[in-house]
């Protein structure tokens, strides 16, 4: 059983920058892709940013640029730099640990950790 802790949320200003930790347990970290969603009130959880197991990252349109999503295999951590954070990026975030085997795929999601941007 994987188990993921996020931390890093908080209030922060249009403009500024977070920096978001998902630390893992369980598991053996490398073999997992990792990655970034989140969910607005209102709205369907939807992805941030994925990065693989050889550190190849994705982003949604709405972030590139701005977000840039990072793993530390000796710390079995994820990180998420979150900068020109905007209203809009307000959502609790989820961290995903994901390993496609040949008859099934792992799929775990740590607790959330809420994000929000507001003067």
């Known amino acids: 059983q994987v188990q993921l802790v996020e931390s890093g949320g908080g209030l922060v200003q249009p403009g500024g920058s977070l920096r978001l930790s998902c630390a893992a347990s369980g598991t053996d970290f490398r073999l997992y892709a990792m990655g970034w969603y989140r969910q607005a009130p209102g709205k369907q959880r939807a992805l941030v940013a994925t990065i693989t197991t050889g550190g190849t990252t994705n982003y949604a349109d709405s972030v590139k640029g701005r977000f840039t999503i990072s793993r530390d295999n000796a710390k079995s951590t994820v990180y998420l730099q979150m900068n020109s954070l905007k209203p809009e990026d307000t959502a609790v975030y989820y961290c995903?640990?994901?390993?496609?085997?040949?008859?099934?795929?792992?799929?775990?999601w740590g607790q959330g950790t809420q994000v929000t941007v507001s003067s």
């Open positions: 995903n640990a994901k390993k496609p085997t040949l008859v099934t795929t792992y799929n775990y």
